[in-house]
Structure formats: C-alpha cells, structure tokens
C-alpha cells in the first residue's frame, strides 16, 4: 500500500517543483517587468540597479534645478504653487457640494504634493531666491512677523501655566 502512495507522492511533487520552477518571480513595484531570472526586462538590471538609476536621475535633476538663475528658479517654483493652490480651493467646494470623500482626498492630495513637492524644491531653490532683493525683504519680514507670533504664543503658554 505504501509502494502504491509513492508514486502518486513522486508525481505530486515533480509537478510542485515544475510549478515553482516555471513561476515568475513577484513584479517589483521599483520594475514591473521583472521576469523569472529576477532581473528587469525593461533595463536588464536588478530592481535595486534600477532604483540606483532613479536615484541618478533624481540627483541630476536636482543639480540642474541649482544651476537655475534666481528669476527662473522662481518661475520654477510659482509653477507648482499656482496648479496646487486654486486646486486646494476646487477641492473645498466639491466638499462643499456634497462629495465629502472627493473633496477631503482631494484635499489631502493637494496638500501632500504642496508639503512633498513645493517644500523639497523651495528647499533647493532659496538660496538662488534669496538672491534677488525684493524677495529678501520679503522673506526677511515673514520671518520677522513668524519670530513675534512664536514668542507671543510662548509667553502666553508660560502665563497660563
């Protein structure tokens, strides 16, 4: 009885091995071309070399951003604010006609590409901005007036306890 098992077992197993052998790997999200060696179909590479080859890029780029003059740093800048911003406003009023879920992932979006993507390049691009005069000032004085509401806000936190 057992003898007779075997091969069923045998038979069972090859397949199993035939199974796993001929499946694809998982797709990477880095590569979604990844096929059975593990290596990405579009570029030949591992999904980590691709991510390498992204990170490059995204470096480059970034050299080219700091390579801008200060007027074309700002035109770079005023760009993406002036897409998220009226969009922030688009997303209050489908929330104001009724679409809550809508509007509040609209919201969040916004909001997300505003701290993701106008931060990260105002970060890379003040130094040039800080370079004309009159956004200096500006600059200056919104610091000022952030220092002054910092400070009230501390010393009434310091009356209250």
Not at 94 to 100: D, L
């Amino acid at each position: 009885m057992v003898a007779a098992h075997a091969p069923v077992a045998i038979v069972a197993a090859s397949r199993h091995r035939d199974i796993f052998l001929n499946a694809q790997t998982p797709r990477s999200p880095l590569c979604p071309r990844r096929g059975k060696t593990g290596k990405c179909s579009e570029h030949g590479t591992s999904p980590l070399a691709a991510q390498l080859k992204n990170q490059e890029l995204l470096m480059s780029l970034k050299r080219r951003v700091e390579n801008l003059g200060p007027y074309q740093s700002l035109f770079l800048l005023a760009v993406p604010t002036a897409t998220v911003e009226p969009l922030k406003l688009v997303a209050v009023a489908v929330a104001g006609e009724g679409h809550w879920i809508a509007g509040t992932a609209m919201i969040a979006t916004c909001y997300l590409l505003s701290l993701v993507v106008v931060e990260r390049l105002f970060v890379i691009v003040k130094p040039k901005l800080l370079t004309i005069p009159w956004f200096a000032k500006l600059w200056t004085a919104i610091l000022a007036v952030r220092t002054w509401f910092v400070a009230a806000f501390r010393r009434m936190r310091a009356r209250m306890s």
